[in-house]
């Protein structure tokens, strides 16, 4: 099993739509979230943090759920520009130290 | 203020070649991780540096090794390349003790074809 788990898809949806990324980890200890942005041929780079209490951030919004050991993300109004990967990141140990542990990423593509 | 930089960032090598990668961190960051990623698949870690040593490694074989400088610039070495070494190797730049809200930052990367 995998140590963090996302749906590759690609998940195609037209412009304006509400789009939802899940994504488990299986390491309990796991102490920090983040859900990061890859586009194609490109570096990840940091979307959001993931808390507990839920983050939003304009359009995106964050969860996590530590009892069952599961992330998600919500895309709200998709815009032809959110078409990338959507990888889920878990750390172990401190943010600072600890190894990021990337899921497979998921890909979206937002059509017109 | 510069970001994490990264050098080659394209090159083409043979089977059972050596290859040389190379990472200058974001100003300020004296911690550098390197990652692997094949293609359709999310990155891999590989090891860590923190002044200049070693810090923690993953799942890699011995083939695969490197170094941090005094000016915290690091190398990812990686020898008797084989087919499947082919892939986007990352360079990410963090601070140790940076508090709970330091970014890692991640460079452009260097894309390996081995043939």
């Known amino acids: 099993r995998k140590e963090v788990e996302q749906d590759p898809g690609p998940f195609n949806v037209p412009e304006g739509a509400t789009v939802a990324f899940n994504c488990t980890y299986s390491n309990s200890a796991s102490q920090s979230f983040f859900w990061y942005r890859q586009d194609c041929r490109k570096e990840p780079k940091l979307l959001m943090s993931v808390y507990s209490s839920g983050n939003e951030d304009g359009r995106f919004t964050a969860q996590l759920n530590r009892a069952s050991q599961y992330i998600s993300l919500l895309i709200r109004d998709s815009k032809l520009s959110d078409s990338a990967t959507y990888l889920c990141v878990v750390i172990y140990g401190s943010g600072n130290t600890g190894k990021l542990i990337f899921g497979q990423g998921t890909t979206l593509q937002v059509k017109p | 203020d510069a970001g994490v930089t990264q050098s080659p960032t394209h090159l083409i090598k043979t089977r059972g070649q050596q290859v040389t990668l190379r990472c200058s961190p974001k100003?300020?960051?004296?911690?550098v991780s390197w990652y692997q990623q094949a293609l359709g698949q999310g990155p891999q870690f590989i090891f860590q540096y923190y002044e200049e040593e070693e810090r923690q490694r993953g799942n890699f074989p011995d083939r695969f090794s490197g170094h941090q400088f005094p000016n915290y610039s690091s190398e990812l070495n990686v020898n008797a390349l084989l087919l499947g070494d082919s892939a986007l190797y990352l360079c990410a730049s963090s601070l140790t003790n940076g508090g709970s809200g330091n970014t890692i930052y991640f460079g452009e990367g260097s894309w390996l074809t081995v043939v």
């Open positions: 100003s300020g960051h004296d911690t």
